[in-house]
Every structure is written in C-alpha cells, then in structure tokens.
C-alpha cells in the first residue's frame, strides 16, 4: 500500500498469483480424484467456521483467536483437502472487516488474500493427514495424522502472513509475534480434533455436531468476558480523566479563590493571613469531625472566601482604627450578603455563596443576614463560624490586643449551643488541645502558604509546627 492507501502493483500481483495458486490447486485435487465426503457436515463445519470467524477474539491489536481452525483441521482430517481447503476458505466469510474497512486496506484484496492463503493451508493439512494415515494407520496413525497436520497448517498460515505482511510494506517480525499462541493452540487442539475425528468414524457423525455447539458457545463467552474486560478499563481510562478534571477544577476553583482574598488583604491590612486561617481550621474541623474528603475542601474553599464581601465595603470602614460605631457595624454585617452575590456570579460557588451567606448566623437565630437557627444553617457555615470567632479571638485589632487562647477557648465554650455549634466546638478544641502555640495562634508555613486540599490535618499541623 502505497502513503494514500492504494494498493501497489506488487500487493495486487501478489493477490493475484496467490489467487490463481489455490484455483490451481482446488483445480489439481479434483482432477487426482478428490472429494468433499460428507458435503452435509462439510457445509455445517464451513457455516460453524464462519461464525467462529464472526466471533473471534482479540488478543493484541494485530492477533485474534478462533476456533475456525479447528473446524478446519477436523474437516481436512476427516475428509480429505478438499474439504480442509474449502472449509478454511469458508471461515474468512465470517471476517468483520469485510464488508467494513478498519485499517485502510482493500477489502477485496484482502478477502483474496485470506481466502486463498486458507485453502491452501487447509488443502495441505489435508494432504499431510492422508499421507501420515497411508504410512501408519490405525488410530495411532489418526493421531500422529491429526498433529502433523496442525504443525503443517499452522506453518503455512505464518509462512503467508509473513509474506503478506512484507509484500504491504511491513517489517513486523510476524513469527515471533504469533508464533508462540499458535504452538500453543496447536498443542491444546489438536489432540481434540485427533479424539474427535476417531468418535466420528468410529462411532457416531453426530459427534461433530456435538462438538460444535459447546466450541461456539465457549468462544462467544470468552468474547462476552474480553468485551466486558474491555468495558471496564474503558471505564478506569474514564474513571481517571474524570479524577484528573476534578483536581484541575479544585486548583482553578483555589486559585480564583486565592485572587479575590489577596485583592480583598491589599484593601483590609487587619485582615491578611484571616481567611487562610479560617480555611486551615474550617478544613481540620470538618477532619475532625469525620465529614467526607470533599466536604473538607469544600469548609476550605469556603473558609478561604467567608470574608469575600468586605472587598464592597469602603475602605475607610475597614480601616478604620478604634471600634464601630452602630451604623457602622450595620454597613459592616452587609459583607456577607455581598459575599454571597459575588460569589453567585461564579457557577462552580453556587454552593459556596450559601455557604458564604450565612457563615455569621448563630445557633439560637440571633444571628445575621437572615436570622435562620440550628440546623437550618448549612453544616459548614456552623463550622466555619466557630473557627473564624476563635481566629477574630487571637488576632490583633486596632482596638485591643489578641486574647489568650485560654480565653479564646473559654468564651468558644460558653457560647456552644447558643452562639456556636456544640459539635463544631468540640471538635475544634480536641484539635487545638493536640497543637502547639504556632497553630493555636494561627503562625507558620502552613497558614502563610496556600494548603493542599489532599493533605489531612496532622499535614496541616506539622506544616505548622504542631508537636
């Protein structure tokens, strides 16, 4: 085949001359006498090779495995090369390439080839049976028959494709690469065709009849099982893409995330470093408390953009040194309103904007926007409560130093159950009870750098320099 796919004149005076060699041949057997024997089972045995054909199954993307060989032998065995040769020939009208092309070939060329290739295979098989059973006889000599002549056909099916293979341009070393199945198949095979052309003759035709059935059947479940084998990777390979497109969508959802908090940090400087802690401890929390590995990114993601909103408060409000004033904090509490909107506009925050919305509602509904209670108030926005208090707690502010963490705790615990989630509470002391001072106060690497999501929360400690 030429680099457009047409065939050369080689390829086409190869197939010719392999035509013309096995019309030869079927010519030269029917004029020394030979017969098709019984034509019944020869058509059923070239029908069942057909279907074997059909079903083939495919071991590489060069090697398939059937049983129509088998066919084949047993028919060359049994009756003679005549019958052997028409039988091989027959099974290529069960090739799925040939009414739809796969690989750029002629089909027409191809069907000469494979058909021609397999007559003559099957009519040597055929031949080298007869000669053994003339020499030995007896059913020692149908065994030895049966076996010499696999060993003859299998040869000659290599022998063509090789040739074949060469004369398309082809340097694959076919020997090597099919030679082992078929040494292996001949050597399972044949002894079967040698026992069942001896309960043939000797007992009943309907034996091969017997065969056939359990044969195909045994093939197309192989096929079923290499089809299913086949599926399932097919779906590991789909299983993977989808794990390798949710972790490229965390790192944008992150990295967006990580834009608007640094342009929100550039506008509150009492606030840098806030909304990583919150999201370090909002992630440990939600650890802690045995929620799923995507509800832990999703405490961090949120955590990471809880005080989102404050980037449409002005910047005199945020700045501003000393406490609020009534309006003030009035104007202040619309950031998590603002928040939520912001974060709408984004379709991967739908979640998060809620969660966003309602991060400053409390327990006993005396919270803000919206005033909701309890379990109304997403999970997540409980927790994230509690670790943006304790963070606010530790911190310094214009107007008064940061508490002690056994103050931070005290007022976490007198707050549970009214302000703050008892569960969330809990959860986040035992997790500070087991971490140093760096951690509790919010310090190290682990709060100054993005975390990854994949890591647990004794990574987040030990980034931090917990004991």
């Known amino acids: 085949m030429d680099h457009h796919g047409h065939p050369t004149r080689l390829l086409i005076g190869y197939v010719l001359g392999l035509t013309a060699a096995a019309l030869l041949t079927a010519y030269i057997l029917i004029e020394f006498g030979f017969t098709l024997g019984n034509a019944w089972v020869v058509i059923a045995l070239c029908l069942a090779a057909a279907v074997a054909e059909r079903a083939s199954v495919r071991l590489s ?94 040869a000659l099916e290599i022998a063509f494709a090789t040739v074949t293979s060469r004369v398309r341009g082809n340097r694959t070393a076919i020997a090597r690469m099919v030679g082992p199945v078929m040494a292996t198949a001949m050597c399972v095979y044949a002894p079967v065709v040698a026992a069942l052309a001896f309960t043939y003759s000797d007992l009943s035709p309907w034996t091969a009849f017997l065969f056939l059935a359990p044969a195909l059947a045994a093939q197309r479940l192989f096929s079923l099982y290499q089809e299913k084998a086949r599926l399932y990777e097919e779906q590991l390979t789909l299983y993977a893409d989808l794990q390798s497109a949710n972790t490229a969508l965390r790192d944008a959802n992150l990295s967006f995330a990580t834009a608007l908090v640094q342009t929100l940090e550039e506008s509150d400087r009492y606030t840098a470093g806030h909304s990583r802690a919150v999201a370090t401890y909002s992630r440990d929390i939600a650890q802690k408390m045995g929620l799923a590995p995507e509800e832990q990114e999703r405490a961090f993601l949120s955590g990471l953009v809880h005080d989102i909103g404050k ?157």
Do not use: C
């Open 311 to 467: 980037i449409g408060l002005p910047a005199t409000l945020l700045n501003k040194e000393g406490r609020l004033t009534l309006d003030e904090l009035r104007e202040m509490e619309r950031h998590s309103e603002i928040g939520e909107r912001i974060l709408s506009k984004v379709e991967a925050y739908s979640d998060v904007s809620l969660i966003v919305r309602h991060h400053h509602e409390r327990m006993d509904g005396e919270g803000y926007p919206d005033g909701i209670r309890g379990t109304e108030i997403p999970l997540i926005s409980r927790i994230i409560a509690v670790a943006d208090a304790y963070n606010a707690m530790t911190s310094d502010r214009p107007y008064r130093l940061a508490m002690e963490y056994t103050v931070a705790r005290d007022r976490l615990l007198q707050a549970m159950g009214s302000q703050f989630f008892t569960d969330a509470v809990v959860a986040f002391l035992s997790v500070l009870a087991d971490a140093d001072g760096d951690y509790r106060g919010a310090r190290g690497s682990g709060f100054g750098v993005m975390i990854d999501q994949g890591e647990s929360s004794s990574d987040g400690f030990a980034a931090a320099g917990a004991a």
């Open 61 to 154: 993307d060069t090697t398939e495995l059937s049983i129509s060989p088998v066919l084949t032998l047993f028919a060359a065995v049994l009756f003679g090369p005549l019958a052997g040769g028409i039988v091989g020939a027959a099974s290529e009208i069960g090739d799925s390439e040939l009414f739809q092309d796969k690989h750029g070939r002629s089909l027409h060329l191809k069907w000469l080839t494979y058909t021609s290739s397999r007559f003559m295979a099957g009519a040597a098989m055929g031949l080298t049976a007869g000669a053994v059973q003339d020499r030995i006889g007896g059913t020692a000599g149908l065994f030895v028959a049966t076996i010499a002549a696999s060993a003859v056909g299998e």
